[in-house]
């Protein structure tokens, strides 16, 4: 599997593949998308030169990180891979800017960031995150009008109740990875960013068939 996804022409598949399910899921997203990363754990002995230690499931990990933007398809509408050392901020500066339509983006603490706010707004969504310091106040630094809107909403019932669609990305990540061939845990073969992100790809395009699957059987 591993030599096989390293050819050009399967990895040109896999990529049509995902924009194909994705035309026929983009739709059911809607107007909210969700925010957050997913840490794909190595040994700390591991010699995988491309693995870093970095912020991982409630404690410092080795490996790297699935970043990912979900609506409510069966993939997300953007992903990324990247050592566990890159933080969500700094890969959201890149996911952002790809999302298509507009909206919310709903992300947790870590992309309290009025950077990330702006480039939100400018891509047409409204980024909604708890302040990293709650009970604190703004200081004196400049305020994006976004990161205002975000603190805003999140004093007023609608704000609450959209901002508890979050919990959809958990989900997300928890059935991506508990059934069988999901995405953890990472293979002892499956080292190096390259053979990383491209077994992460696979996995991703095979969960989102058997999810659409599911549901093709549960209308029949």
Known sequence: MSKRLRHAS??????????????LTTVASLWVRMIDAKALPV?????????????GSGS????????????????????????MNVS????AQWLIPTLPGEGYLLGDKYYDNNKLFDLA????????????????????????????????????SFGKALYRCRIQIEHCFAHLAAWVGGLEPLPFWVRRFHRVRNWVHAKLILYAVKQMRSQLIAIE
Do not use: C, N
């Open 88 to 91: 969500e901020q700094r890969m």
């Open 43 to 55: 040994g700390g002995s591991s010699k995988d030169r491309d693995a870093a230690w970095g912020r």
């Open 10 to 23: 399967v990895v040109q598949l896999m990529a049509a593949l995902e924009q194909h399910l994705l035309s």
């Open 121 to 156: 707004g400018e891509a047409g969504y409204q980024l909604i995150a708890p302040k990293q310091k709650p009970g604190t106040g703004l200081g004196h630094q400049r305020q994006s009008p976004y990161r205002l809107r975000s603190i805003e909403l999140r004093g007023r």
């Open 60 to 83: 410092i990990q080795r490996g790297y990180k699935f970043y990912a933007v979900w609506g409510d398809g069966p993939l997300p509408i953007a992903w990324g891979l990247a050592p």
